[in-house]
């Protein structure tokens, strides 16, 4: 029988999980397709999920939090990011994983060793990335535009600042996981912190792929290295491809999901 996949977003006509997927399933012959569900209430998801008979799901925004409170089992960091990402049909439960964490370390990984990163934006990525290089030992503090969001961060005992209060130290890597620059010319954070900063480091990425962001712009007039979220997309992808489909993802794999991606 064939197996059914989705990604469930609001909206989610823009998402390209299903080429990436979809290149994925068929690159291994398995019997499965994968589409978009546009989801307007994120409560009703393990209802839609178990109703539509589907094996597994990616969850994108808004939907990550209600995604995670609606599980049955939650597995791995995203226990304590309470996003998750992916779900999986277990014995008739829905088994819950965030794949966005380890996806970004798998994205970082070109930069070689990484001690230091300054974190700008306090939201659901941040919050998975925060804990991802925490995970790891690698020492990380957030800067957000406004105090709001940082209550999560404190509680993990990870430093953070508001624009108003930043006091900069030395970063080898600077993340932008912001929305910033997604629609928009804005930079994640005040030129002139922004300038103080690049000025020591060496790497910059961004969590918004397929194009350069001013903040990439910037780094790179810099002289940083930089790197946009392709990988990241693809690395969250090629993850929760392994939990849907019980497989190991070796490297034609990995580069035919990336050649789905980007819908070549
Ligand atoms: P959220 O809405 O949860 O958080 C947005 C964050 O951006 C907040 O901290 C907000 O600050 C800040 N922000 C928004 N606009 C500005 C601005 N003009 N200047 C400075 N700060 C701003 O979003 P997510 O965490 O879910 O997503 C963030 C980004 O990451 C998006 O661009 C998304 O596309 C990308 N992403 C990429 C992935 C990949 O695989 N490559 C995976 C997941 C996300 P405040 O608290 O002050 O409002």
Redesign the pocket.
Known sequence: MKEKFAIFGNPVAHSKSPQMQNAGLNHINFDGNYEKYHLENGNEIKEVFLKNNYKGANIT?PHKEFAYENADVVRGLAKEIKAVNTYILEDGKVIAYNT?AP?FLKAIESFGTIKNVLL???????KAIALALKSKNINVTVL???E??LEFFKEHQIPCFSWGNFEPTKYDLIVN????G?K?E?L??DKKILKTVLKDASFAFD???GKITPFLALAKENGLEIKD??D??LY?GVLAFEYFTDTKANESLVKTMRKGLKGE
């Open positions: 925004v966005d996806g700008l934006g306090a939201g659901g990525t941040a957000n535009r406004s709001g969001k996981s912001t929305s910033a997604l928009d804005y994640p954070c969590c918004v792929y979220g392709e990241m997309l969250q």
